[in-house]
Nanobody, 127 residues
Framework: QVHLVESGGGLVQAGGSLGLSCAAS????????MGWFRQAPGKEREFVAA????????YYSDFVKGRFTISRDNSKNTMYLHMNSLKPEDTAVYYC????????????????????WGQGTQVTVSS
């Protein structure tokens, strides 16, 4: 079982930038497809971005495309989300998720596709 820990959340003004990290405890990190999700108060958890095992394939939700960048460093067992041009509506708890994926090089955009979840990190964007 892999343990995921997010970090890097905080308070930022609208238009600003913030970077999140997700550190995995498992040395087989490179076999996991990874994703970022977020959940705002009173709302369903929603997909933000996903990345394949090698990092060669990425996928974004429409509302973050062009503003957020997902990446990973398999040598450090860490995934990242760099967020630019933040908006108040980006305020949410951000979660990283992992899915063991031993074949292919793919990504997943549904929360139900993921097996392991971090505890979340709060991102607050002030107007």
């Amino acid at each position: 079982q892999v343990h995921l820990v997010e970090s890097g959340g905080g308070l930022v003004q609208a238009g600003g930038s913030l970077g999140l990290s997700c550190a995995a405890s498992d040395r087989t990190f490179s076999t996991y497809a990874m994703g970022w999700f977020r959940q705002a108060p009173g709302k369903e958890r929603e997909f933000v971005a996903a990345i394949s095992q090698s990092g060669g394939r990425t996928y974004y939700s429409d509302f973050v495309k062009g503003r957020f960048t997902i990446s990973r460093d398999n040598s450090k067992n860490t995934m990242y989300l760099h967020m630019n041009s933040l908006k108040p509506e980006d305020t949410a708890v951000y979660y990283c998720a992992a899915r063991p994926t031993y074949a292919g090089n793919t990504y997943y955009s549904s929360a139900s596709d993921y097996t392991y979840w971090g505890q979340g990190t709060q991102v607050t964007v002030s107007s």
